[in-house]
Nanobody, 114 residues
Framework: QVQLVESGGGWVQPGGSLRLSCAAS????????MAWYRQAPGKQRELVAS???????NYADSVKGRFTISRDNAKNALNLQMNSLKPDDTAVYYC????????WGQGTQVTVSS
């Protein structure tokens, strides 16, 4: 089992920045890929960014150039630096870890509005 706990969400004005963190614990050795997903009201959950064990990253087109995903293996942490935030980025952001199965965090709300 893997436990994931997100932090760092909140409210920010358009153009602002936020940094999300996800602390992983448990069977860390079984994780191959970690990712951030988001789900806005009335929409399906979508992939925001992912990173593999060898640091290969993938981003949704809507966040390329604005968001940066990173892993800190020493701290068993996953981070998402979000810059130039837009109202369309408003959503609940979920941390995900995938290996032989998939684990999810509880989510953290990000609200971008003026």
């Amino acid at each position: 089992q893997v436990q994931l706990v997100e932090s760092g969400g909140g409210w920010v004005q358009p153009g602002g920045s936020l940094r999300l963190s996800c602390a992983a614990s448990g069977s860390i050795f079984s994780i191959n890929v970690m990712a951030w997903y988001r789900q806005a009201p009335g929409k399906q959950r979508e992939l925001v960014a992912s990173i593999t064990n060898n640091r290969r990253t993938n981003y949704a087109d809507s966040v390329k150039g604005r968001f940066t995903i990173s892993r800190d293996n020493a701290k068993n942490a996953l981070n998402l630096q979000m810059n130039s935030l837009k109202p369309d980025d408003t959503a609940v952001y979920y941390c995900n870890a995938a290996g032989t199965t998939s684990w999810w965090g509880q989510g953290t709300q990000v609200t971008v509005s003026s």
